[in-house]
């Protein structure tokens, strides 16, 4: 193995890893989940250290022993639980973080005297109860060390051993360079019948007789590597029958491979049950008793945005093909062509859902804003998340996480009112932030909702007509007046604490949004709350479309926005048609780009939906749905705001991709002004 | 004369590696040949690397033999083998 790949490989791991410690830590409050969060969190601090040990990473080793060894205490429940410890544990996981990250910049993670504070609390947990318990379990037999004795060494493997690539015999020919194996018998009592048997799955275990004066750390560490893998039990030197004959009471299908071991070493004796287990029956149980595990392969993220290129590439190869096969009247050609772009549309699919990653671990990173937030300003506050399944592109959750935090940070310090004025409302003290994925017509909507106070409208009017932003004698609806706070540097925070009310973030918000060709609008009622809605397109590459003409120019809109198609009847005055009794607005692309040629006589009309609000598009005449592989637009059309991007077309035409919400945006900026402009 | 014949024992060669790429397809050969012939012996003198996973396999064609008193022999076993059966102690 690389050691470079190795270290990368143990960076990202550890990362997951220590992401799930701190889930495990946050989610304690659940007494249901309790004891699993707890083993979560032991693992996670486990693995790291047997990782980091590989590695020879000493000061992570250290520090996460120290973690480990407090955390064994809890498991025992030798130790509480409590707050302190929680905060304690997860400042811990902060510096795990810092050392991570060192060696990720090529360090060895040594942070020197900077975990000095956690270290010496984690001891000053362990030292008391450490007392207590004297007679330490055979495990922790540190005062083995120097002189040699004969351990038993049993060792149990994960049925996926071999398949992760690892061969347990090595690693016994590793242990027997920690002194001489006396005796060992290979189990295989766990075999099943032959046709049962996977012959890639491990069913094997070993007793081993090891003559070392390796103490049970060094001993263990040899295994460390495997991880959940090998289950390594030891009896260290000295240990009476009883003792060994409680091992082979756990381990049936040891038990007599124990008994002809230690016969043979003359370690002791114990008595092997009076016939095995029936095996069948075992190992389904084992089987089924192995927790379930998400099956997952890492794959670097470039190969993949390659893929996508290509798979982007190859649709428009086949758009192109479709489109030739059709000038021939040649059924059977275009059997084919249709059939091929079927299987490129599932391609597509397929490709696309390999970056689609669940919103669930980006809104899980929250409970431990909250948790720290509500803490430092002294509010007690709980967080609800629904709608972790829904999926959005991995781009998009990367690029997503820093506005969500800002826009979470806001509704816990300007949202949710002080404990005290909450009580004075009569309502909970504990406040409520939530945060809700789901989907909606091709786009992806995220809430991020607060039982607060609402925004103070009065409050925003007068700071923006102070501002200039609005005149004073302006009678504006709520959703203008709430859009204010987007606007740059605008702040309405009375005094300005350690995590808002600068005022700035708002409009970075908005701006790192729309970058994403996403927008966000804000719902507020005084008293109730406010919950500000982040609307982001499903993936960044490649959409459906319906591709229009107008003139000779092509232009293709997201399918997602599109309600339904509609002949175009022009009421008295441009701007406007009727729709089934509703007045629809409309706008004529071909005024809008300023377009040659007259409008032929029949016009229709797209009628297309964003965040709520409706509007027609007049168009000359529909071509019919297409793929559009998304081509950003060069620098020279960024004045144009209507536009979102291009695509190149089958027939090696390019479409200019329309922005629906701005499209939108300027329509209503112009109402209820002359639309026939 | 008897309508049953002494048979020869059923040969099997296992050349090249014998490890966790070649399992899946060595297990159906070996089960295979078993089902065929009453006792089959295994030449193990090709094998040029054996893992444990390759260790397991040979085990458990041991005792699907044995289930269907039916008799293998592992025999000719290459440097290889011999030194992971001395490790293991498998005999």
Redesign the interface.
């Known amino acids: 193995m690389n050691l470079d790949e190795g270290l990368q490989a143990f960076v990202t791991e550890a990362g997951e890893l220590l992401a799930e410690m701190e889930a495990g830590l946050l989610n304690l409050g659940d007494p249901a989940a309790r004891e699993e969060a707890v083993n979560a969190i032991f693992r996670a601090a486990h693995t790291i250290k047997g990782t980091a040990g590989l590695f020879g990473l000493d000061y992570i080793v250290l520090f996460t022993h120290a973690v480990e060894s407090v955390l064994d205490e809890v498991r025992d429940a030798a130790l509480p639980l409590d707050e302190e410890l929680v905060s304690l544990l997860l400042e811990c996981a902060d510096q795990l973080n810092a050392m991570v990250r060192d060696v990720e910049r090529g360090g060895r993670g040594d942070l020197g005297e900077r975990c000095r504070p956690q270290l010496d609390a984690l001891h000053a947990y362990l030292a008391p109860s450490s007392m207590m318990e004297p007679n330490h379990p055979a495990l922790d037999a540190n005062d083995y060390a120097g002189e040699s004795g004969c351990w038993l060494v049993s060792l149990e493997f994960g049925r996926d051993v071999?398949?992760q690539?690892m061969?347990?015999?090595s690693f016994?020919?590793y242990l027997?360079r920690l002194g001489r194996i006396v005796?060992?018998?290979?189990v295989?009592g766990g075999?099943p019948?032959?046709?049962q048997?996977d012959?890639?799955s491990?069913?094997?275990g070993?007793e081993i007789v090891l003559e070392t004066s390796a103490n049970a750390e060094e001993i263990s560490k040899v295994f460390e590597f495997l991880h959940d893998e090998c289950t390594v039990r030891l009896l260290p030197p000295g240990s009476s029958n009883d003792e060994f004959q409680r091992l082979a009471d756990m381990l049936p299908l040891h038990a007599n491979a124990i008994a002809d071991l230690l016969q043979a070493s003359a370690l002791g004796t114990v008595v092997p049950p009076p016939s095995v287990a029936p095996q069948v029956e075992h190992t389904g149980g084992a089987a089924l008793a192995r927790p379930h595990e998400s099956r997952t392969i890492r794959v670097d993220a470039e190969r993949l945005g390659q893929l996508i290129t290509l798979v982007g590439e190859l649709i428009i190869a086949s758009a192109r093909t479709q489109m030739i096969g059709s000038r021939f009247k040649d059924t059977e050609l275009q059997d084919s062509t249709s059939a091929l772009a079927g299987l490129v549309e599932q391609v597509r699919d397929s490709a696309l859902q390999l970056r689609m990653v669940k919103i669930g671990a980006t809104f899980g990173r929250f409970q431990r804003v909250v948790h720290d937030v509500a803490r430092e300003i002294g509010k007690d506050i709980r967080l609800v998340l629904s709608g972790e399944e829904v999926e959005l592109d991995k781009t998009l959750v990367e690029r997503i996480g820093d506005p969500l935090t800002h826009l979470v940070r806001n509704a816990i310090d300007h949202g949710i009112e002080a404990p005290e004025v909450r009580r004075q409302c009569g309502k909970p003290v504990q406040g409520t932030v939530s945060l809700n994925a789901f989907h909606d017509s091709g786009s992806i909507v995220i809430e991020v909702g607060d039982d607060g106070g609402g925004l103070q409208r009065e409050r925003i009017i007068a700071s923006a007509i102070e501002r200039g932003l609005l005149e004073p004698d302006h009678k504006a609806s709520d959703s203008e007046v709430f859009a204010l706070i987007f606007e740059p540097g605008f702040s309405t925070a009375s005094e300005v604490t350690s995590l808002s009310g600068r005022g700035v973030g708002m409009d970075v918000v908005k701006r790192n949004i729309e970058a994403l060709r996403g927008s966000i609008t804000i719902d507020s009622e005084a008293g109730r709350g406010t919950t500000v809605r982040v609307r982001l397109p499903l993936t960044l590459a490649i959409m459906d479309c319906m591709l229009v003409t107008v003139g000779s120019s092509r232009f293709a809109i997201p399918l997602g926005t599109i309600e339904e198609c509609v002949e175009y009847a022009p009421e008295g005055r441009r701007g406007f048609v009727d729709l089934r009794g509703d007045v629809l607005p409309t706008v004529a692309l071909r005024d809008l780009f300023r377009l040659q040629g007259a409008a032929p006589r029949r016009e229709s009309v797209l009628v297309v939906r964003h965040a709520g609000q409706r509007a027609g598009l007049v168009v000359d005449s529909l071509q019919g749905q297409c793929q559009a592989v998304i081509k950003p637009l060069s620098p020279v059309f960024s004045g144009i705001s209507c536009l979102s991007g291009s695509t190149v077309l089958g027939s090696g035409d390019v479409a200019l991709i329309l922005d629906i919400p701005a499209l939108l945006k300027q329509l209503q900026a112009r109402q209820p002004g002359n639309l026939a402009a | 004369m008897s309508s049953q014949r002494i048979q020869p024992p059923a040969l099997l060669f296992i050349e090249g590696d014998l490890t966790i790429r070649r399992v899946q397809e060595m297990k159906d050969v070996l089960l295979a040949r078993l089902a065929q012939s009453q006792a089959l012996e295994v030449d193990l003198a090709g094998v040029t690397e054996v893992d444990t996973a390759g260790a397991q396999l040979l085990l458990m064609a041991r005792r699907a033999a044995q289930a269907s008193q039916k008799e293998l022999r592992l025999v000719a076993h290459s440097p290889a083998v011999v030194s992971l059966f001395e490790l293991l102690r498998i005999r």
Not at chain 1, 183 to 186: I, K, P, Y
């Open positions: 071999f398949r690539g061969d347990p015999a016994i020919a027997g005796a060992l018998a290979t295989d075999l019948p032959p046709e048997m012959p890639q491990c069913y094997l070993f």
